[in-house]
């Protein structure tokens, strides 16, 4: 696997999210469970460095939603669900931060939600793992609030699987070394304000924890 | 400027799209005229380079939407309209390819834009300009489908100008140099096919051609 994508902070090109790929999660929206994976971009101007600090925009209702991390080893278009774990470096754990207010906002207007979910600091993730370190479908992931479990879920009740992630989102889009997957929020997701403590993990594997300020 | 900047193609890390910046594209597909920029974002495995060929995906509507894309040329955030311009490394033609009826869709079910917006070759682009080749505020688009005009607008109707786009873009999420900002297409748009010839114009400034095949 080539030394960049370790590197993902520094030279990841995009950040590709799934949406709804956990059944009780979309459910807690209110929303449909969806047919094909819901795909969505975040910059990589929103990666946040395990340790850094959240910065809330003004007039956001940031929502945590801890979620794998998929990085990406090699170039692939229309990669099959059997080949697709070929293109696979590694995992870390990431938030999928979003500004729920807007982003309810975008929805109902019909408009992206590019704003609601690419602000700076918008994309927390831990260090890189080795592929070996890590069961993509059986790994309970924990977001914890103020000390509080908020989240805890496991990847094997994800809607669409890793393989099947990276296959479908290949056939929308060419996927690079160091590119990061996103791959979707169990249920439980909730506010994050100025002062809260937010620790995620990958149980037994790895965990990853951030202050959270204001972006005055 | 940084070197990084006038090698935008191989660097990158985002492209942002504003939507509905003339007044009569806006109206033409039926949109209200947005209280502020909309945004979107491309991901940079869509550039395509001039002479390059265009791959419609299957079952895609892709319509071709001429705009004036800035090459950002070093990095800021919560820049004010007053210092914009100092921010701006170059000038690009380009297209914002967009599978319409996928847009629409997703639009309709109040989803991301993300797929309709960011397959491969759906940003095709120019080469860099210095800054002091164009006005940004008094050039001519053109966009020609074998021979045919079909685009014609001048940038001096954006609805927000280039230095409040970079203003409200930097406010949303940081700017580092190499980003591209697209901003907008003036009205005209319409339909790409298999076996097109495209030519996209800054008027007697800047031209680039592509072709048209299908994405089998
Ligand atoms: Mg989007
Ligand atoms: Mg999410
Ligand atoms: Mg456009």
Request: charged letters at 20%.
């Amino acid at each position: 696997m080539p030394a960049e994508a370790r590197n993902f902070f520094q030279t990841a090109r995009k950040i590709v999210c799934v949406g709804r790929n956990y059944v009780a999660h979309a459910k807690e929206l209110g929303n449909e469970v969806p047919k094909e994976p819901v795909l969505f971009l975040k910059p990589p101007s929103a990666f946040l460095e395990n340790g850094g600090k959240i910065l809330v925009p003004q007039d956001a209702e940031v929502h945590h939603e801890v979620e794998l991390a998929i990085i990406i080893g090699k170039s692939g278009r229309k990669i099959s669900p059997d080949a697709a774990m070929d293109y696979v470096a590694g995992y870390a754990v990431a938030l999928d931060l979003t500004s729920r207010n807007i982003q309810t906002e975008a929805k109902a207007k019909g408009l992206p939600w590019t704003v609601a979910k690419g602000f700076d600091t918008s994309c927390p993730i831990g260090s890189f793992l080795e592929k070996d370190q890590v069961d993509p479908q059986d790994v309970t992931l924990v977001c914890a609030v103020n000390g509080q479990v908020r989240q805890r879920g496991n990847t094997k009740d994800m809607l669409f699987p890793v393989s099947v992630l990276i296959s479908h989102i290949s056939h929308k889009m060419s996927l690079s070394p160091a590119d990061v997957i996103l791959t979707g929020t169990p249920s439980g997701v909730g506010p994050v304000k100025p002062g809260d403590f937010i620790e995620i993990s990958l149980e037994g594997v790895s965990r990853a924890s951030f202050s959270v300020g204001e972006d005055a």
